[in-house]
């Protein structure tokens, strides 16, 4: 049986064109045929390359000890010593409680809220009130933490603050120093959070609810469902997928904060350290303290190693549940 090599070798001595191995051709064939999709892959595909897999070099700061004169390579190694600044502090144990339950109030929350006003807005008659709505809650997302920490310092600030002056003087209670009190931002943090977020999310569930076939719905109709039946039994569990894909990204990122929410709106407050330092904060200060790049960089692989297995977990809980709505 003469193979494919010996037939090109064969071809060769002959002069005649070199074939194509068959999986080649056809592998040539496919990329000819989708050359005009594959180009416009590209831009997202180069973008995702310098973005996300170029930094990744940057992995060997957590490793080394970093000095300007020898440079990232020249630098020495110093093994794990930069992971021990993150585990050997006394304030360890805080800054992870912060931020895994911080993040897991988040989730639950914007989850909820998010679908309920989804729902809602489906179910306006008016559509134009509801892009209204939409819009209005949507908003939010667009401002910078900097323009948010200022809106919560105008209802929160001692002296001239909405809630001071004007809530709490109503009522005839004594001003509070918010900045100082650490046991009132457990309450706060989520609310702003909620706030600036359930908007983005609520578009993307209604996009999903959008999606579904009106037929579910009229049949249901006709099969006397009250409304909230119909959501209970046909939007709930056919937007399911897309609920779970959310959560198992933000499972992922349960050990990572949002750094202008922990930082910018608390004002960095020493008083509030108790309840609002996280591992992006922490780290921060250190950073600016002791100018040292290798523990801040030891502390975001910690972060994104952890979040990677997070999501192995989440999605290997949910093909143990239900196997076709896991992610992979």
């Not at 494919?4 to 064939?29: G, I, Q």
């Not at 100082?180 to 996009?207: D, H, M, R």
Request: include cysteine; charge should be positive.
């Amino acid at each position: 049986m003469i193979t494919h090599e010996k037939r090109n070798a064969l071809d060769t001595r002959l002069h005649l064109p070199v074939r194509l191995h068959p999986k080649r051709s056809f592998m040539l064939r496919h990329l000819l045929r989708h050359k005009v999709l594959l180009l416009m892959l590209l831009p997202g595909v180069v973008f995702l390359l310098i973005n996300n897999y170029l930094p990744m070099f940057g992995i060997i700061i957590a490793f080394k000890n970093i000095n300007y004169v020898d440079g990232i390579l020249g630098s020495p190694w110093v093994g794990l010593d930069n992971f021990k600044f993150l585990f050997a502090t006394s304030d360890a144990w805080i800054i992870t409680r912060n931020t895994v339950l911080y993040n897991f109030v988040f989730i639950i929350l914007n989850l909820v809220i998010a679908v309920s006003i989804a729902i809602a807005l489906n179910e306006l008659k008016n559509k134009l009130a509801a892009k209204f709505y939409q819009s209005v809650m949507f908003f939010p997302y667009f401002l910078s933490m900097v323009v948010v920490s200022y809106l919560v310092f105008a209802f929160l600030n001692v002296e001239y603050g909405f809630i001071n002056k004007g809530i709490l003087a109503m009522f005839g209670l004594n001003e509070l120093n918010w900045y100082s009190e650490p046991k009132y931002w457990p309450f706060i943090l989520p609310l702003i959070n909620l706030w600036k977020g359930v908007g983005y999310g609520c578009v993307i569930y209604l996009a999903a609810i959008i999606g579904i076939d009106s037929e579910y719905y009229e049949a249901a109709l006709i099969d006397g469902a009250s409304k909230w039946k119909q959501i209970l039994h046909i939007t709930i569990p056919l937007i399911r997928p897309v609920i779970i894909i959310t959560t198992i990204l933000a499972i992922g990122g349960i050990f990572r904060s949002d750094f202008g929410l922990f930082y910018q709106t608390t004002l960095n407050s020493g008083a509030l350290y108790p309840t609002t330092l996280v591992i992006d904060t922490y780290v921060y200060n250190a950073l600016i303290n002791m100018g040292n790049l290798g523990m801040s960089a030891a502390a975001g692989l910690y972060q994104s190693i952890v979040g990677f297995f997070l999501v192995l977990g989440s999605n290997w809980i949910v093909r143990k549940v239900d196997k076709d709505q896991a992610v992979f």
